[in-house]
């Protein structure tokens, strides 16, 4: 399975945006990046994904670059609620029906009014 | 409806004691997980269903039991646990996945398991 790599923790202030980076440099072809982030005492929560395109939703944006080797969570403007640990994972689009995630450790990110 | 439920929220076990975890989806989804969590870590993978069969056992010790009766109902059967084992156990469900399409996996809130 594909690694990534995370920063361990991140700052960010209230209604400023966020941009958590991903090194992924083992990435296949084949492989989906996920992000997931996990609130404190909850599941885990999808948060967007994308192959090879740029990618938006209601919750944030995903920059992927060109190579694939990185990419980039992008919270547009964060609140006190998106403190959380964000996790960036690869999901191996060629393991057919199992969904298989992995997780790494993940980055903490602490929001500051 | 988007909820994964899990019961109990919370369970305290000896070590001879026979136990089972309960998850529960209404979304459809054919693909159903076991993850354990310790404190501070990330979720690791330990079971998958497909279509209710095992498709993924990740070196799971026996003495975890996983059963999926019904593509709504996923179980995790415990016994002689040891306290090593003690930890939030998630579940989740999905779509199950296809070549030109990956799915978001839904969680529940997790049953912290405590074995004494």
């Known amino acids: 399975d594909a690694k990534t790599t995370q920063p361990n923790s991140m700052e960010s202030n209230e209604e400023e945006p966020v941009h958590l980076p991903c090194n992924h440099s083992?990435?296949?072809?084949?492989?989906?990046i996920h992000w997931y982030r996990q609130l404190p005492s909850q599941g885990p929560e999808y948060v967007i994904h994308?192959?090879?395109s740029n990618v938006n939703n209601r919750m944030a944006s995903l920059a992927i670059a060109e190579d694939r080797k990185s990419s980039t969570l992008i919270l547009h403007r964060a609140t006190l609620r998106d403190a959380a640990v964000y996790y960036c994972?690869?999901?191996?689009?060629?393991?057919?029906?199992?969904?298989?995630?992995?997780f790494g450790q993940g980055t903490t990110l602490q929001v500051k009014p | 409806d988007t909820e994964v439920t899990q019961t109990p929220k919370h369970l305290v076990m000896g070590m001879t004691n026979k136990k089972s975890l309960k998850c529960e989806q209404h979304?459809?989804?054919?693909?159903m997980y076991w993850y354990k969590q310790k404190a501070k870590k990330p979720p690791e993978l330990m079971f998958v269903?497909?279509?209710?069969?095992?498709?993924i056992n990740e070196s799971v010790p026996s003495r975890f039991s996983p059963e999926c009766p019904n593509s709504s109902l996923l179980n995790l059967h415990l016994h002689a646990l040891q306290p090593e084992d003690s930890a939030l156990y998630l579940c989740?469900?999905?779509?199950?996945?296809?070549?030109?399409?990956?799915?978001?996996?839904?969680f529940g809130p997790g049953t912290r398991l405590t074995v004494t």
């Open positions: 989740a469900s999905s779509q199950v996945p296809r070549l030109a399409a990956s799915y978001e996996q839904y």
């Open positions: 083992t990435i296949s072809g084949t492989d989906y």
């Open positions: 994308g192959l090879t």
């Open positions: 994972i690869l999901r191996d689009r060629g393991s057919g029906n199992t969904g298989k995630l992995i």
């Open positions: 979304m459809g989804h054919r693909a």
């Open positions: 269903y497909s279509y209710e069969k095992l498709s």
